[in-house]
């Protein structure tokens, strides 16, 4: 029987990298991503911002304590999700170098399945900035867990001053916990596990251009931005296009699938499903189509 549970082989990882991720839930690639991509990004996410490109499909979110400030742009929101279909981003989506570590972890069918560029504007309380304790898998109604991996690339300089993200090594072999609303400022569809804060954290300080790759039921989380710039980052979520859906009722899941279908529902997509609004934002990367495939109304 292999010893590798976590990761896929045949893939550019070394038996050294995928060693670390099987113990620890992630693997730092350092200069990763090419800065003239994530220039172009930034930009287009700049544009988006600024209102000259139309977001269409795209989820643009406000800072919830900057909102009433008089402060407009890049330097009011925090994040835009779900671009997979804007084809400047999507080549983040698809760069190779990214593509080929998920490969080593996924396996070679994948499907991008949730997409962020996420900014931590100047000025923003605190309280609102940080990103709470989480584990991504809360938010997927796919499996097998181990089959699904995020890429999350600094566009600038991340550490303890500007948030950076801080992981929890090794929890990716625990239990999905249930995850609700932190006290105090709310960011939409942020949800935390509560209790677990004493848990020994590290900081994952990185340059622009380093990826972090991760389990999505690694423990993690990102600290406030003190500075006076900008900490900003791009991250997908890849799964094998062969997982399969489940039904979250009943479980820990189900208050954030009642949420997301609500937020759809006030978009316009009255009574899709959690399991629809997914496969609608997901988009095949390479390799044979799979489950996330089989419905192709975008929201
Ligand atoms: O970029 C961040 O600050 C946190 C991102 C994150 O953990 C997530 O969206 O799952």
């Known amino acids: 029987m292999s010893r590798f549970k976590y990761t896929h082989g045949g893939g550019v990882l070394t038996e050294e990298q995928r060693q670390f991720y099987e113990d620890n839930g992630y693997i730092i690639i350092r200069n990763n991503v090419n800065p003239a991509l994530l220039d172009e990004v930034r930009q287009r996410f700049i544009d988006i911002c600024d209102g000259k490109v139309d977001p269409g499909f795209m989820t643009v979110m406000k800072d919830p304590s900057l909102k009433n400030k008089g402060v407009k742009g890049e330097y009011l929101i925090n994040k835009i999700q779900d671009w997979l279909f804007d084809e400047v981003l999507f080549k983040y989506a698809i760069d190779k170098p990214v593509t080929d570590v998920i490969s080593s972890i996924v396996g070679p069918n994948i499907t991008a399945a949730h997409s962020m560029l996420i900014n931590k504007p100047p000025d923003s309380d605190p309280g609102a900035s940080l990103h709470p304790l989480h584990q991504d898998l809360h938010y997927f109604p796919f499996r097998p867990a181990d089959r699904i991996a995020a890429s999350w690339t600094a566009m600038e ?34 949800h935390g596990v509560h209790g ?5 954290k590290v900081n994952v300080v990185m340059e622009k251009g380093d990826t972090v790759f991760f389990h999505p039921i690694l423990l993690h989380g990102s600290g406030p931005n003190y500075t006076k710039g900008f900490r900003k980052a791009i991250s997908v979520h890849y799964a094998d296009s062969n997982c399969y859906f489940i039904d979250v009722k009943g479980t820990t899941q189900e208050n954030i699938s009642q949420e997301v279908e609500k937020i759809a529902a006030k ?14 934002k997901s988009r095949l990367v390479t390799g044979t189509p799979g489950n996330f495939q089989n419905f192709d109304s975008h929201l």
Request: net charge positive; glycine share 12%; with cysteine.
């Open 267 to 280: 978009r316009g997509a009255v009574g899709i499903s959690f399991e629809n609004v997914w496969k609608s």
């Open 196 to 200: 677990l804060d004493h848990l020994p």
């Open 157 to 190: 300089r991340v550490d303890e001053k500007n948030g950076c993200l801080y992981v929890i090594p090794g929890s990716h072999k625990g239990q999905l916990y249930p995850h609700s609303y932190p006290e105090g400022y709310k960011n939409k569809l942020y």
